[in-house]
């Protein structure tokens, strides 16, 4: 009886201490910055006996999601259990950050300042209102004085006593004044007392703001060995943004070139400053589509005049449908509203995810809109020309293309386009990996002037032993160059192109095309043009279309 007595005494000594509660502040490490969320990361400080505890973090965000909360404790620990509580919170010590505590104190001195002020002037008042009752005293006195002098003094004792009324009076009164101007000028002190006092408040409450309408964290942990332990804890919260912003200035000339002014605009609405972060940018979007979406090709055909007219009958009767009574059409459409409609892709970014590290902590409030920070300048050689649509434009625009070989990625974002010292306007730069080329515009040349006429378009039928339909089109294009400078123009145009054997194209050009099909852009025709200052380049283009009797040009 005694041994096991003695055995089960020397586990409870050698057992660490069990279930004790503490309570700590999470304060902001590091913040990954997604399009439209974020992931923040609190570390949690304590310094722990061995054992089994309970942490309860006060303080954490009211909006915070349970489904991305993660913590992350370091080796010789284990996390247990862990609730977030939002209505019935648990009393928790006053875990004021020193900033808070600086702050009531500033807030309480002052209004001990304003106290001590307010007690001053009205000290101040008091000799103002004992002057006045001296200055009331002397006239009464003068006056019951007065009767009494007019009866039975001689005029020399009225001389008198008018003079001693005078007097004092007139020293009162100035005792009066200088106490008046006194507490004029105590009340213009406390005025700026009150200021001050005004300021402190605001940033007593900007510093409490985060903490309003907060949520509490409550885990278990057991430490194996006593000491310091930081728990992480992770949590994705959403209302935070960030895009990458440029000033793109291009210098044209015989030496062009290109510098990028680098910056990043962040907002975030979170509940909880970050103060003293650090800053990570992320083009990842975790809250958009993970899977491709499905293609569907398109079903193309020709049709024979013969199918096209019972087509236009179809449509007919279609009309004539309309006439039909309320049950059936409502009958019909309900048929067709079952019918599966067909799916398009929707147009989305598809680059690799890059992300940015900050250099050096930073402070984002809560609240904030657009808060920007400069990131680097970005030198680069450029290509410039001239770009010409005739079909489409009265004027050409200027283009640059320029390298990435900065050896990083370019984010995409928003940029700032300057030509020449001049803004043009805004544009958007897409995801540029290291070493790729991109085309970018830099706005109007409204000296360099378009025309495009059509003199002559035909259509009729050719063929000696066949028939045939065939539709020709000639079209004249004209650069005039009105800038003063030489420029060297791209110009662009398009012929029609076919994917039928019965149906045929051709084309000439005066001068020659440069390039066919840029890109796999099928129709699409450009000419390299050296169109001088005060000069004027002419391109004709001709094109034919041949088609069999029998079928309908679409």
Same mark, same amino acid.
């Given at each position: 009886?005694?041994?096991?007595?003695?055995?089960?005494?020397?586990?409870?000594?050698?057992?660490?201490?069990?279930?004790?509660?503490?309570?700590?502040?999470?304060?902001?490490?590091?913040?990954?910055?997604?399009?439209?969320?974020?992931?923040?990361?609190?570390?949690?400080?304590?310094?722990?006996?061995?054992?089994?505890?309970?942490?309860?973090?006060?303080?954490?965000?009211?909006?915070?999601?349970?489904?991305?909360?993660?913590?992350?404790?370091?080796?010789?620990?284990?996390?247990?259990?862990?609730?977030?509580?939002?209505?019935?919170?648990?009393?928790?010590?006053?875990?004021?950050?020193?900033?808070?505590?600086?702050?009531?104190?500033?807030?309480?001195?002052?209004?001990?300042?304003?106290?001590?002020?307010?007690?001053?002037?009205?000290?101040?008042?008091?000799?103002?209102?004992? /002057?006045? =009752? @001296?200055? %009331?005293?002397?006239?009464? !006195?003068?006056?019951?004085?007065?009767? *009494? &002098? +007019?009866?039975? $003094?001689?005029?020399?004792?009225?001389?008198?006593?008018?003079?001693?009324?005078?007097?004092?009076?007139?020293?009162?009164?100035?005792?009066?004044? /200088?106490? =008046? @101007?006194? %507490?004029?000028?105590?009340? !213009?002190?406390?005025?700026?007392?009150? *200021? &001050? +006092?005004?300021? $402190?408040?605001?940033?007593?409450?900007?510093?409490?703001?985060?903490?309003?309408?907060?949520?509490?964290?409550?885990?278990?942990?057991?430490?194996? /060995?006593?000491?310091?332990?930081?728990?992480?804890?992770?949590?994705?919260?959403?209302?935070?943004?960030?895009?990458?912003?440029?000033?793109?200035?291009?210098?044209?000339?015989?030496?062009?070139?290109?510098?990028?002014?680098?910056?990043?605009?962040?907002?975030?609405?979170?509940?909880?400053?970050?103060?003293?972060?650090?800053?990570?940018?992320?083009?990842?979007?975790?809250?958009?589509?993970?899977?491709?979406?499905?293609?569907?090709?398109?079903?193309?055909?020709?049709?024979?005049?013969?199918?096209?007219?019972?087509?236009?009958?179809?449509?007919?009767?279609?009309?004539?449908?309309?006439?039909?009574?309320?049950?059936?059409?409502?009958?019909?459409?309900?048929?067709?509203?079952?019918?599966?409609?067909?799916?398009?892709?929707?147009?989305?970014?598809?680059?690799?995810?890059?992300?940015?590290?900050?250099?050096?902590?930073?402070?984002?409030?809560?609240?904030?809109?657009?808060?920007?920070?400069?990131?680097?300048?970005?030198?680069?050689?450029?290509?410039?020309?001239?770009?010409?649509?005739?079909?489409?434009?009265?004027?050409?625009?200027?283009?640059?293309?320029?390298?990435?070989?900065?050896?990083?990625?370019?984010?995409?974002?928003?940029?700032?386009?300057?030509?020449?010292?001049?803004?043009?306007?805004?544009?958007?730069?897409?995801?540029?990996?290291?070493?790729?080329?991109?085309?970018?515009?830099?706005?109007?040349?409204?000296?360099?002037?378009?025309?495009?006429?059509?003199?002559?378009?035909?259509?009729?039928?050719?063929?000696?032993?066949?028939?045939?339909?065939?539709?020709?089109?000639?079209?004249?294009?004209?650069?005039?160059?009105?800038?003063?400078?030489?420029?060297?123009?791209?110009?662009?145009?398009?012929?029609?192109?076919?994917?039928?054997?019965?149906?045929?194209?051709?084309?000439?050009?005066?001068?020659?095309?440069?390039?066919?099909?840029?890109?796999?852009?099928?129709?699409?025709?450009?000419?390299?043009?050296?169109?001088?200052?005060?000069?004027?380049?002419?391109?004709?283009?001709?094109?034919?279309?041949?088609?069999?009797?029998?079928?309908?040009?679409?």
């Amino acid at each position: 009886m005694f041994r096991l007595f003695l055995t089960t005494s020397l586990i409870a000594l050698a057992a660490p201490s069990l279930a004790d509660t503490f309570t700590a502040e999470a304060r902001v490490d590091t913040v990954t910055i997604y399009p439209g969320l974020a992931t923040v990361t609190r570390q949690v400080t304590l310094d722990l006996p061995a054992g089994q505890h309970e942490i309860i973090v006060p303080g954490m965000p009211e909006g915070l999601s349970t489904e991305g909360l993660r913590l992350a404790a370091p080796a010789g620990t284990q996390v247990g259990a862990v609730n977030l509580a939002f209505d019935r919170l648990p009393v928790t010590p006053d875990q004021s950050a020193p900033e808070v505590v600086a702050a009531r104190d500033e807030v309480e001195r002052l209004e001990g300042v304003l106290r001590d002020r307010a007690a001053e002037i009205a000290q101040i008042r008091l000799r103002v209102q004992a /002057a006045e =009752e @001296q200055v %009331a005293f002397l006239q009464s !006195l003068s006056q019951a004085n007065a009767g *009494e &002098a +007019l009866g039975a $003094a001689s005029i020399a004792d009225i001389q008198a006593l008018a003079q001693m009324v005078g007097s004092e009076t007139l020293a009162v009164r100035e005792t009066a004044f /200088a106490a =008046e @101007q006194e %507490a004029k000028a105590a009340e !213009l002190a406390r005025q700026d007392d009150v *200021e &001050a +006092l005004q300021e $402190a408040q605001q940033a007593l409450a900007a510093l409490l703001a985060p903490e309003e309408g907060g949520a509490v964290l409550t885990f278990t942990l057991a430490v194996a /060995a006593a000491g310091e332990v930081t728990v992480d804890v992770s949590s994705v919260e959403g209302f935070a943004n960030w895009s990458p912003v440029y000033d793109m200035r291009l210098t044209t000339g015989d030496d062009a070139a290109l510098d990028v002014d680098r910056a990043v605009v962040i907002s975030q609405q979170t509940g909880q400053d970050w103060n003293d972060v650090q800053l990570i940018l992320s083009t990842a979007r975790p809250g958009e589509q993970i899977a491709p979406s499905g293609v569907w090709a398109p079903l193309r055909q020709i049709i024979s005049e013969e199918e096209l007219d019972r087509e236009r009958g179809a449509a007919m009767l279609s009309d004539s449908m309309r006439t039909m009574s309320r049950s059936v059409v409502s009958d019909f459409a309900e048929e067709v509203a079952q019918a599966p409609m067909p799916m398009t892709a929707q147009a989305d970014f598809s680059g690799a995810t890059v992300t940015y590290v900050y250099p050096g902590p930073v402070d984002i409030r809560n609240g904030v809109e657009d808060l920007r920070l400069p990131l680097d300048t970005l030198n680069f050689e450029a290509d410039v020309w001239a770009e010409a649509v005739p079909s489409r434009d009265q004027i050409a625009y200027r283009m640059a293309e320029f390298t990435n070989d900065t050896g990083e990625v370019m984010l995409p974002g928003q940029a700032l386009i300057f030509a020449d010292g001049t803004m043009i306007g805004f544009s958007q730069l897409p995801l540029l990996a290291a070493g790729a080329d991109t085309e970018m515009g830099f706005g109007p040349l409204d000296g360099l002037r378009l025309t495009r006429a059509i003199p002559n378009k035909t259509t009729g039928d050719v063929g000696v032993f066949t028939s045939a339909n065939q539709l020709t089109e000639q079209a004249i294009m004209t650069v005039e160059n009105l800038t003063g400078q030489n420029w060297d123009v791209k110009l662009r145009d398009a012929v029609p192109y076919s994917e039928q054997d019965d149906l045929e194209v051709a084309f000439t050009a005066s001068p020659a095309v440069t390039r066919r099909n840029p890109d796999g852009l099928r129709g699409i025709l450009e000419w390299d043009l050296d169109v001088p200052a005060g000069e004027k380049q002419e391109v004709t283009l001709d094109y034919t279309l041949t088609w069999p009797n029998g079928f309908v040009l679409r």
